[in-house]
């Protein structure tokens, strides 16, 4: 498809085990970023990738987060030892470019993580 | 400074009606403003976005009115209608930076 897909779209695992998340961005976009959504509750930023920069990691809650993009295309967010208080929606969202109008966000539909 | 401060947390609205959803923000160097709007089990998608140099946009139904002096900014629905029921977030970012600061957003919820 066209847009961004994102999976599993939904995961439950148990307290302690490793989780990866998959986003693949609409292609050409150089920009990727991971939101995390809690339940009715607003966009939490992560971590985000702008081509061979250097990512900016200054979301990511604990060391347990961790994110890669390869080939500047797919990237994957891994959360170790999982907590209950990870439970959440994780989304990706990808764009062309930073900046003004040509910097629309496309968000996927998310992976729902609910950790027992 | 970097906050973006939405309101209300929910509202509903008849249908037919005007829907207001309002933002605050603090750091006058912003200059984007969207407005995404996200349904249930969908990540959110840009529904519209304005520039500090012009004090109102309209797509349709959507308007957003923007007050530089009083570093507000909200969204106006017209005619209401029940396929509006979904979530709003309003957001700020600087031209030069890929950061979006997001607003805690807004359920809307349109009465048949």
């Known amino acids: 498809g066209a847009g961004v897909s994102q999976s599993p779209s939904n995961k439950v695992t148990e307290k302690g085990k490793d989780v990866e998340l998959r986003c693949d961005p609409i292609s050409g976009h150089t920009a990727l970023y991971w939101y995390r959504q809690s339940l009715g509750q607003g966009l939490e930023f992560l971590i985000y990738f702008q081509g061979n920069s250097a990512p900016d990691k200054s979301g990511l809650p604990s060391d347990r987060f961790s994110a890669e993009r390869t080939g500047g295309s797919v990237s994957t967010l891994t959360i170790q030892r999982t907590q209950q208080e990870d439970s959440a929606v994780y989304l990706c969202?990808?764009?062309?470019?930073?900046?003004?109008?040509?910097?629309?966000?496309?968000f996927g539909e998310g992976s729902r993580l609910t950790v027992l | 400074q970097q906050q973006v401060k939405q309101s209300p947390q929910s509202l509903i609205v008849q249908k037919g009606g005007i829907s207001i959803i309002n933002c605050a923000y603090e750091?006058?160097?912003?200059?984007?403003f969207p407005w995404y709007q996200q349904f249930p089990g969908k990540g959110p998608a840009l529904l519209i976005a304005?520039?500090?140099d012009v004090s109102e946009k309209k797509e349709g139904r959507f308007t957003i009115s923007f007050n530089k002096s009083a570093k507000q900014f909200s969204l106006h629905i017209m005619d209401s209608q029940p396929g509006d029921s979904a979530t709003y977030f309003c957001a700020a970012s600087l031209d030069s930076n890929y950061q979006l600061i997001w607003g805690a957003g807004t359920k809307l919820i349109i009465k048949p």
């Open positions: 750091n006058t160097a912003f200059d984007y």
């Open positions: 969202a990808s764009s062309f470019m930073p900046g003004l109008e040509t910097g629309e966000l496309f």
């Open positions: 304005i520039r500090p």
